[in-house]
């Protein structure tokens, strides 16, 4: 075992404090990751406080890796000391199911372990533990390689932001010409404008701020609609052929089922905390529109979003955060005061 600086939850009423945690010694296939930035997702406020049920404590979380490989075993061939890599929501899955074998290891049957808060059956069913921490140890088969030219920091976002907006874009093959809609511009939000726009599509924004508007064009959106207007969603009826919705409140997708060309769909991201409205099926019917969800990506998928990335020169808008300042963002994320995501400078751990 080595021990690795962290900062982790005690329970859901403590926030964030220092500690330290036991990291494996690297196995014949595993690499091991000087940790140099991560970032903050509101899925880690969501576990930390316990909001999605009670967790295994202490708890460190953090998925959104990158950092400089330290160590790799003996077996080892993806990886070297000293290169760039990251490490996003998954380090293991069975490998064996139907999705693994398909590379949708994110659907994982049996289910996918998590980069934080799961019994990794292959360690002995020891409690993962994130990025919030100096160091980690990943079988190379779930590590990614950061392309040169992406700053590190502000790729960070990309293992969970960018890959969860990437993959649903893919999966529905917008190319030019194509008119996507966003829900909402958020850390989810403000990357898939990004990976939209750089797949030629046009691109409405759907925000329920006027305010935003401006920061919505400075990000590439053609169009935006204030989702409270009336007249303005009118307006928007019937002329996107997507929308993919990050929005993680509740809210009424048949608003936005009126925008939608015949065959249209709308793909969900964002999980609300409570039941949304029902879905109107006449809706769906009458246009044959349909309405999915989508999660992160796979391991070869993840590779391509960032060898994607690289090459558009996409990266997140960040702010840099140190380990004393874990707490206070937490609660900027909760009131929506950050443009656009948070980034854990782990030296400052």
Not at 316 to 340: F, H, P, Q, T, W
Request: include cysteine.
């Amino acid at each position: 075992m080595t021990v690795a600086k962290a900062y982790a939850a005690l329970s859901a009423t403590t926030g964030l404090e220092p500690i330290t945690i036991d990291r494996r010694e690297p196995g014949a296939n595993d690499v091991e990751i000087d940790i140099e930035f991560c970032g903050l997702c509101h899925s880690d406020v969501h576990s930390v406080r316990g909001e999605w049920g009670n967790q295994h404590w202490p708890l460190s979380p953090g998925h959104e890796i990158v950092g400089t490989v330290s160590r790799v075993g003996d077996q080892v061939s993806k990886f070297k000391v000293g290169d760039s890599v990251g490490v996003g929501c998954m380090v293991d899955s069975c490998r064996e199911c139907d999705s693994c074998r398909d590379g949708f290891e994110q659907y994982c049957e049996v289910g996918m372990v998590g980069t934080y808060g799961a019994p990794d059956p292959r360690n002995g069913n020891v409690v993962t533990q994130g990025g919030y921490s100096s160091s980690v140890v990943v079988d190379e088969n779930y590590v990614l390689s950061i392309p040169e030219g992406l700053d590190k920091a502000a790729a960070a976002p990309l293992l969970c932001a960018g890959i969860t907006t990437y993959s649903p874009l893919r999966y529905f093959d917008v190319e030019a010409g194509d008119a996507v809609g966003v829900v909402g511009l958020g850390g989810l939000g403000h990357m898939a404008v990004k990976l939209a726009k750089a797949m030629g599509a046009e691109v409405t924004v759907f925000t329920t701020s006027p305010a935003k508007a401006e920061a919505a064009q400075a990000l590439g959106a053609d169009k935006v609609v204030v989702s409270k207007d009336a007249e303005q969603m009118k307006a928007a009826r019937t002329s996107l052929n997507l929308i993919v919705d990050t929005v993680a409140a509740e809210h009424n997708i048949n608003d936005y089922l009126k925008t939608l060309k015949r065959d249209g769909a709308i793909v969900q991201l964002g999980l609300p905390e409570h039941a949304m409205p029902p879905v109107d099926p006449g809706q769906l019917i009458r246009r044959r529109l349909a309405y999915g969800g989508s999660m992160i990506g796979g391991i070869e998928e993840t590779q391509e979003m960032l060898d994607f990335c690289a090459e558009h020169g996409i990266v997140s808008d960040i702010e840099m955060v140190d380990g004393e300042g874990l707490n206070a963002a937490y609660d900027r994320m909760v009131a929506g005061d950050v443009k656009y995501r948070f980034v854990l400078d782990t030296a400052t751990l």
